[in-house]
């Protein structure tokens, strides 16, 4: 039985069978698109349990997509896929709400490891508040308070917040982080610092997130 539908939004025919190969290989249902305004509506119409979304692609890209989902309050998790490196930083940087990225060439491997990571953040089955300066999180519900006032996170956002808030003061250095939040570690811990920034600019002055110059990141609830 099918474990979840992924979107996949790809105009590259051969990489689009690839990814969907891999996929169905790990028992997830696959739909796929290849253009930027019928993904928009595939995303409406069957309500895929993830997407693995090509940044450029024909009518509309990944971003517009992105951003247009968001601003209707689809928090379908998205995971980008990139063709430059720099092109990560400019994407994430936005703050669009995407949960995580590969850069191509990518492993299909890697890629499949990362949507079922991704699918994994439930809801937790016993009942978790947590309080850490003027922020607040109640994990059951994954539900976020920054000064009473309700925050809407991505689910790598709220991971990466209740990682740190679970334990207020201690130090995780970026590798850690990656481990415990996106259920890996490999080079290039920027999307550490590009989530952290995006969380910042949601919890505004109530953050609790300290930078920690060279090591990592920590909550203080100072």
């Not at 689809?74 to 850069?103: K, Q, S």
Request: net charge neutral; aromatic share 6%.
């Amino acid at each position: 039985m099918p474990e979840g539908l992924v979107l996949v939004v790809e105009d590259d025919a051969a990489i689009a069978d690839l990814v969907q190969r891999y996929l169905l290989r790990d028992g997830f249902g696959v739909h796929v698109e290849t253009d930027g305004a019928r993904a928009l509506a595939a995303v409406r119409t069957l309500r895929p349990a993830a997407v693995v979304l090509d940044v450029g692609l024909p009518t509309m890209d990944g971003i517009e997509i992105c951003r247009t989902l968001r601003t209707a309050g689809d928090w379908t998790p998205i995971l980008f896929v990139t063709a430059r490196d720099d092109e990560v930083d400019r994407v994430l940087g936005l703050e669009l709400g995407a949960d995580d990225y590969v850069t191509k060439p990518f492993s299909p491997r890697e890629l499949v490891a990362r949507v079922r990571t991704v699918l994994r953040r439930g809801p937790a089955a016993v009942a978790e508040v947590l309080e850490v300066g003027r922020t607040r999180v109640d994990v059951t519900q994954r539900r976020v308070w920054a000064d009473a006032a309700e925050v809407a996170l991505t689910a790598t956002e709220f991971d990466l917040l209740a990682q740190l808030m679970r334990r207020p003061r201690q130090v995780f250095e970026r590798r850690q982080l990656l481990s415990a939040v996106w259920g890996y570690s490999v080079t290039g811990t920027r999307t550490v610092d590009v989530h952290v920034a995006q969380l910042r600019a949601k919890l505004g002055d109530a953050s609790p997130i300290r930078t920690v110059r060279g090591i990592g990141y920590a909550a203080d609830p100072s």
